[in-house]
């Protein structure tokens, strides 16, 4: 079946410790993006990519970074540069620019 | 802030019932709008979409109505199901500026529906 993978489900971050989150979709699409989501709140956009080795930065991109090597895959690394980490993260691709986005499960990164 | 904002944090509707869901917006170049559900530790499922040259999108239980110069949009569910229980999230997006894809995301309502 075609999706969104998102790994691990539940991740733990030591003090100072960067930790990268997996995204992998099978479905061809272009364009690839990651949110955070906090309670309470609506998702925010950390960072997109339309297109494989292109990728901007989003609302929230400080204390991230990504990479686009691969069409299918868009990890997002969470540096030690972000001081609150804790929150749902949310991968997320689409055909192109007015197509509904598809959404992964998430992973849940907590700090130890 | 909030360019996208979904008011009411709950709603709690009977089943059979029709829910409402109501989201503000307030950026003009917003042109198209998006509605998703999720349910607790899962990604959001879209749900259904309009475009701004649109004012009512259908599809089976679920319809869209967009007011633009009241910049509202809402979502309609009749008749509403115990298994509509969830967070439901408007979304919004600019398709003229470089059409990104870059959507722009409410609070979040949740949904109760009551047997």
């Known amino acids: 079946d075609g999706g969104i993978t998102q790994s691990p489900k539940y991740l733990f971050r030591k003090e100072g410790q960067n930790v990268t989150l997996s995204c992998e979709q099978n479905?061809?699409?272009?364009?690839m993006y990651w949110y955070r989501q906090d309670p309470g709140q609506g998702l925010r956009l950390i960072y997109y990519s339309q297109i494989v080795n292109d990728f901007q930065k989003g609302d929230i991109a400080e204390g991230y970074s990504v990479s686009r090597e691969k069409k299918e895959s868009f990890p997002l690394t969470v540096t030690s540069a972000q001081k609150n980490p804790t929150a749902f993260y949310l991968c997320?691709?689409?055909?192109?620019?007015?197509?509904?986005?598809?959404f992964g499960d998430g992973t849940r990164l907590s700090i130890l | 802030d909030q360019q996208v904002k979904q008011n009411s944090p709950s709603l709690s509707v009977q089943e059979g019932r029709i829910s409402i869901l109501n989201c503000d917006y307030t950026n003009s170049m917003f042109d198209y709008f998006l509605w998703y559900k999720k349910y607790p530790a899962e990604g959001p499922t879209f749900l259904i979409s309009i475009s701004s040259i649109k004012d009512k999108n259908e599809d089976g239980r679920f319809t869209v109505f967009l007011n633009k110069s009241a910049k509202h949009l809402s979502l309609h569910i009749v008749p509403s199901q115990p298994g509509d229980s969830a967070v439901y999230f408007c979304a919004a997006s600019n398709t003229g500026s470089g059409n990104t894809g870059k959507l722009i995301f409410g609070q979040g309502t949740t949904l109760q529906v009551k047997p």
């Open positions: 479905l061809n699409h272009d364009a």
């Open positions: 997320a691709s689409s055909v192109q620019g007015n197509q509904p986005q598809h």
